[in-house]
Nanobody, 131 residues
Framework: QVDLAESGGGLVQAGGSLRLSCALS?????????LGWFRQTREKEREFVAA???????????YYADSAQGRFTVWRDNAEDTMFLQMTRLTPGDTAVYFC????????????????????WGQGTQVTVSS
């Protein structure tokens, strides 16, 4: 079992920034697990935002959706067993409930963008961006 707990959501004006955190724990979790951020609204299905995959040769490697590339940064702090998502230049289109997720190391990056490939999920944290 892997337990995940998101925090850091809130209300921010367009153009502002937020940092989300995902605390990781549980009997099954190891630092080689792949981690992802997804978001969901009432109008859209759960959508990929960013992910980290462990590579045995190079270590953690981040991946981003087109909507996040250049604005969001994802990383894992192994000392704290926490994943972070730094979001900048936020727009109203970023308003959603943000979820973090975990799964065993993925064979390729395409797996990381599909919600049904993740076994463990947090409860979500609300991000609201006002115009």
């Amino acid at each position: 079992q892997v337990d995940l707990a998101e925090s850091g959501g809130g209300l921010v004006q367009a153009g502002g920034s937020l940092r989300l955190s995902c605390a990781l724990s549980g009997r099954t979790y190891v630092r080689s697990y792949a981690l992802g951020w997804f978001r969901q609204t009432r109008e859209k299905e759960r959508e990929f935002v960013a992910a980290i995959n462990w590579d045995g040769l190079i270590g953690d490697h981040p991946y981003y959706a087109d909507s996040a590339q250049g604005r969001f940064t994802v990383w894992r702090d192994n000392a704290e067993d926490t994943m972070f998502l730094q979001m900048t230049r936020l727009t109203p289109g970023d308003t959603a409930v943000y979820f973090c997720a975990a799964r065993p190391p993925a064979p390729d990056r395409s797996v990381l963008a599909r919600p049904n490939e993740y076994r463990y999920w947090g409860q979500g944290t609300q991000v609201t961006v006002s115009s």
